[in-house]
């Protein structure tokens, strides 16, 4: 009886060594099987070398053993040798190495409950087919293929574990629905596209607040059990206007969070290259992003759109409803002719640009006419198409232009989009950490250009999720950056070898390229090593589940 309880302790030590890892891969690929089977693949020469390899050869080793010694000898080896050896290397990580992550595992409801469940089916399954039919010296020897079992749980769990979720989830839709429409709210506006969500998001609530007492989803919150949660804790009867994010990596996302909130208003941002993984197309991409505008036709409702990406015009175009286009410059736009304006269209559009290293400054044009001048001290053409986004709502909400202006005026850089930074040395820091795709990449470069009397350093490990364009886009991405920094640093392997070339080929000198495995403390020792004459733009800082 004690051996047995001494094997459980060691099979679970053994877990525990290895299920906080796989619970904050699991908790950062969003609780997905299919991706995480994709982190999987994706990450398999990682896991094999550093993991199952030790653990194969580890216990081929105690076979051997297990045949040749008396069964007091073997466990002599056992415990003497191999547990500790095992174990060492099990926590390598967290015995030599202090590791910081950038978004570390939170112990949600979720993972507790999934963590409770996994250990009630490994308990059962190891003490009622293991122990019962298997020796106990066997089971020794068989320790380090715990990782075997250990995976097989893990997913069984998971599935488990999805269906109790799902019908939590569904308790608590029920919940955020009865909420909304008990509610003050007069106007719920949903907000997607690839990139510029948040951004616009921020910038319409600030302006809208000017009028309104509205409430947005915080931070990046852009999933279904994000806004459910907004919903329930931060709702109340003060509360008219409800801007919600949507984001989505699959087809049905968008319409999901539709049928939750039902958006009478809804802003298009962007259609881009982003999620190729779990999305697999271009064109499955666009459809989803389209999901808003179905939903909003449907309901006979409003539509924001901009008009300077060339898929989202596309979506423009068909819709016939009452609509806002927002674009640069319209007299010298490619895509739309200024004179197909009708009755239930406005269009609303940037003249007179200033941009510059403290912000920018425009004429808004409304079908072509001045309408008001605006200031901000956000950086970037890009952020003045997110502005005319919000503004465009702000006019159908009928807010005054003194109350657009001041609004506008109080727009602060979002963390880590573009956030400047100032370093102890005096470097200019660029922050645009959150995760990017090839077309806000451009738009990062355009903004480090503007520094143009400095000398220029990006910091990147490249794009990701972009399936079998990866190589291609970074390619591209590195000939770009070649043409406006003086220095490149890559960060981490995943896409060293095609920034490299893209560089290079772009113009780039090799001895002005510099690789680093992470954001440590070597990056943060070279930055320090910069003065006042640098700027530095950060460009995605991958998430831990990136080796």
Known sequence: MIEIILLNAIYIFSVFSMLPKCLHIYQLESYDCKKNYIWFKLNLNFVFYKYLLFDVILFFINYCFLLILSDLFFLIYFFILVLPCYFFISYYDEILKTKTHKKPLMFTNRIKRFTLIFLIFYLLIFNFLFIKYFSLNLLYCLLPLNFLLFSLIFVLSHFVSNIIEKTIAYCFISSAKKILRESNIITTIGITGSFGKTSVKNFMHTILSEKFNSLSTP?????????????????????????????????????????????????????????????????????????LSEFIKAISGIMVFNLDDKNVLDIYL?????????????????????????????????????????????????????????????LGKHNILNILLAVAVAVELNLSKNEIITGIRKL?????????????????????????????????????SLFNKKIKTIITPGLVELANEQYTENYLFGKSIAKVADTAIIVNNVNKNSLTAGLIDGGMEKDKILYFDNFNSSLINYLKTLSANNVVLIENDLPDNYK
């Open 412 to 448: 602060k850089p979002i963390p880590n989009r573009l956030e400047i930074k100032k370093l102890a040395n005096g470097a200019t820091l660029i922050d645009n950490g959150f995760n990017s795709n090839p077309t806000s990449a451009q738009v990062s470069l355009e903004v480090l």
């Open 318 to 378: 068909k819709y016939s409803l009452k609509k806002y286009g927002v674009c640069i410059d319209i007299n010298n736009h490619e895509n739309f002719e200024q004179k197909r304006i009708f009755d239930n269209e406005t269009i609303l559009s940037a003249y007179n640009i200033t941009l510059s290293e403290k912000g920018c400054k425009f004429d808004l044009l409304k079908n072509n006419e001045y309408f008001l001048t605006a200031e901000s001290v956000l």
């Open 219 to 291: 931070k990046s919150y852009n999933t279904p059990m994000g806004v459910v949660k907004t919903i329930r804790e931060n709702l109340n009867f003060q509360h008219k206007v409800f801007v919600v994010e949507m984001g989505a990596d699959k087809k049905g996302d968008i319409h999901k969070l539709c049928e939750i909130v039902y958006p009478n208003m809804g802003v298009l941002t962007s259609i881009g290259k982003q999620h190729l993984n779990t999305f697999k197309s271009f064109e499955n991409i666009i459809q989803t992003k389209s999901e």
